[in-house]
């Protein structure tokens, strides 16, 4: 009777990595941690309601996270002196601290119902989730049990994230080279349903673009004019932001698609996606059928929070979301 659990152990042991996945449960804190769910619920829309560019903050730091290293915390690492962290590559600067701060909040309140049980990359996945469907976007589920990432290096980044004036195929081969299709990484953009982005993403579509045109000519006149107006001192102030979705900026919604067809998209790969032959089709999809990107959004998302995500001894559940346990604070 001894032999089948034991046999089963040595063979769990050595499942590969890409298994690890199949480890996670949504009910895995159900008996060590049971308030988790309704703790993060709690937290999560508190930070909302106070803090309302919330939900977009850590839709993308969650981004940022799973593209580097996959879900597994390792952006929320603060650096020190013998190590410069994800969070301090130059990709990751603008994050909001907002973001940084729910995590930090919820882990606070975990860590006094049931200490050392709850990973900071679970918390990361499930405030996502709770945040998309708080601000009216689709609900998915997140399963549980990820280990928080024994690593956090800077150079890492760069060449994991894709930037705002890539070239849509070096975009679209990064995407491919993580499992994600094109019509998932169209699908996971419309992200951007919320949100700012500071003048300088775009900068470079309003002021000297080219030779016969001040102004990118694919804008439409009044946006690229109120955009002019509103960026017009970003070198000096570099906070200057606009609305990702200039027509429902707080809303999940399908909109960052409709605007993308009227000009109104305000990144470079903004406009890309809505003309180029590999991903129109995808964004004709989702402007004209709500149910269509709300679904492949939330396939995608559980995709995404599943990325190369670590269990067992391939990580650990930190204490403090900003240092690795091993780390004399
Ligand atoms: C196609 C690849 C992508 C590029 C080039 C890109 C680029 C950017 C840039 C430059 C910003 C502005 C950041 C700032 O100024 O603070 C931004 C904002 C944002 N992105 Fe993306 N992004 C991409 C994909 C994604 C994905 C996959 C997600 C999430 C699933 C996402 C979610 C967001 C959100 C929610 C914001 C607003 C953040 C805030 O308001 O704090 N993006 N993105
Ligand atoms: C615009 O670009 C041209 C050519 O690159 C350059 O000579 C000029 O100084 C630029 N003007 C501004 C305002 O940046
Ligand atoms: C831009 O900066 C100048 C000088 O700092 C200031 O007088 C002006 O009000 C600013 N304009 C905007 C739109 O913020
Ligand atoms: C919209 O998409 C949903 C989900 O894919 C599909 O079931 C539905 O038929 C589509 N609606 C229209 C009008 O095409």
Redesign the pocket.
């Known amino acids: 009777m001894a032999a089948p659990p034991l046999l089963l152990l040595a063979f769990l042991t050595f499942l590969p990595f890409s298994f690890s996945q199949s480890k996670l449960s949504p009910d895995y804190y159900s008996k060590t941690c049971p308030q988790f769910q309704e703790t993060m619920g709690h937290v999560v829309s508190e930070k909302q309601s106070t803090s309302p560019n919330t939900a977009a903050a850590v839709l993308r730091l969650f981004f940022h996270d799973c593209a580097v290293e996959g879900c597994d915390g390792s952006i929320l690492i603060s650096s020190t002196s013998f190590n410069k962290a994800e969070r301090d590559a130059e990709p990751n600067l603008l994050l909001p601290g907002d973001a940084f701060d729910v995590v930090v909040r919820a882990k606070t309140a975990l860590e006094l119902q049931c200490p050392g049980i709850v990973s900071c990359s679970d918390i990361l996945a499930t405030a996502v989730r709770d945040l998309v469907s708080m601000v009216g976007g689709p609900k998915y589920s997140v399963p549980l049990g990820r280990k928080d990432g024994l690593e956090s290096n800077a150079a890492r980044v760069e060449g994991n994230l894709p930037s705002p004036t890539m070239p849509l195929s070096k975009i679209i081969s990064l995407y491919a080279s993580k499992g994600f299709s094109v019509q998932e990484m169209v699908a996971l953009a419309g992200a951007r349903t919320i949100g700012f982005s500071q003048c300088k993403e775009f900068s470079n579509r309003l002021f000297n673009f080219s030779k016969s045109s001040d102004s990118d000519p694919a804008y439409s006149h009044k946006y690229a004019e109120a955009l002019k107006k509103l960026c017009a001192n970003y070198t000096q102030d570099p906070s200057m932001s606009a609305y990702n979705d200039v027509m429902t900026p707080e809303k999940f919604d399908n909109m960052y698609y409709q605007n993308l067809q009227k000009g109104l998209g305000l990144l470079s790969v903004d406009q890309d996606l809505a003309v180029d032959e590999r991903t129109k089709p995808f964004v004709d ?1 989702y402007a ?5 990107f709300f ?2 959004f939330a396939l995608a998302m559980e995709k995404l929070s599943v990325y190369k995500v670590k269990t067992d001894r391939e990580g650990e559940v930190r204490r403090r979301c900003d240092h690795f346990n091993n780390v004399n604070l």
């Open positions: 999809l004209s059928n709500s149910t269509a679904q492949d």
